[in-house]
T-cell receptor, first 116, second 114 residues
Framework: AQKITQTQPGMFVQEKEAVTLDCTYDTSDQSYGLFWYKQPSSGEMIFLIYQGSYDEQNATEGRYSLNFQKARKSANLVISASQLGDSAMYFCAMREINFGNEKLTFGTGTRLTIIP | DAMVIQNPRYQVTQFGKPVTLSCSQT?????MYWYQQKSSQAPKLLFHYYDKDFNNEADTPDNFQSRRPNTSFCFLDIRSPGLGDAAMYLC?????????????FGPGTRLTVL
């Protein structure tokens, strides 16, 4: 079974609109971390936002917020007031510690295109 | 600004010719990682160092080796590159091995194998 599932391979959104990128995860651990990264065409992975499994409030960082629904095991990224520079690949990732080994597992990504 | 630096940004090598990719960090983080990312795929972890302790992923080919001579530098050596090794190679760091610790990535090195 996939640990991280991103069901939207690609999305097109009008500039200035809000966009939600979906992410569901699968783990039996109680303690885990959820991350979103942005990867422009240049290739660099840029950290956007983090949500801990014990955090009761949804994380926010500027225009980015994470809609964390623990019971549904979902961690959707919301980008408000989208800009042309938001066009990129977006990866959801989960960090777990298993048997003393930690691993960051990525989803397959969503390619977001902002239309002027 | 504290950062993760990778050199070179683009590397071209010939089939079977050894190549070394470099990563350095000014974050003073304990953990350094190497990922391989092929076109339109998610990054795949190759191995990581926690201080001097080396941890290899089970499915990382023997063709890939790594060295960490000090806290700041980590190298990825590909002993005999094949056409299938053409990819983006990403270096990342984190302060510790903890679920809450963010991994910070460098800009990547894009490897072409001729």
């Amino acid at each position: 079974a996939q640990k991280i599932t991103q069901t939207q391979p690609g999305m097109f959104v009008q500039e200035k609109e809000a966009v939600t990128l979906d992410c569901t995860y699968d783990t039996s651990d109680q303690s885990y971390g959820l991350f979103w990264y942005k990867q422009p065409s240049s290739g660099e992975m840029i950290f956007l936002i983090y949500q801990g499994s014990y955090d009761e409030q949804n994380a926010t960082e500027g225009r980015y917020s994470l809609n964390f629904q623990k019971a549904r095991k979902s961690a959707n990224l919301v980008i408000s007031a989208s800009q042309l520079g938001d066009s990129a690949m977006y990866f959801c990732a989960m960090r777990e510690i298993n048997f003393g080994n930690e691993k960051l597992t990525f989803g397959t990504g969503t390619r977001l295109t902002i239309i002027p | 600004d504290a950062m993760v630096i990778q050199n070179p940004r683009y590397q071209v090598t010939q089939f079977g010719k050894p190549v070394t990719l470099s990563c350095s960090q000014t974050l003073n983080h304990n953990v350094m990682y190497w990922y391989q990312q092929k076109s339109s795929q998610a990054p795949k972890l190759l191995f990581h160092y926690y201080d001097k302790d080396f941890n290899n992923e089970a499915d990382t080919p023997d063709n890939f080796q790594s060295r960490r001579p000090n806290t700041s530098f980590c190298f990825l050596d590909i002993r005999s590159p094949g056409l299938g090794d053409a990819a983006m190679y990403l270096c990342a760091t984190s302060l510790r091995l903890a679920v809450a610790d963010t991994q910070y990535f460098g800009p990547g090195t894009r490897l072409t194998v001729l």
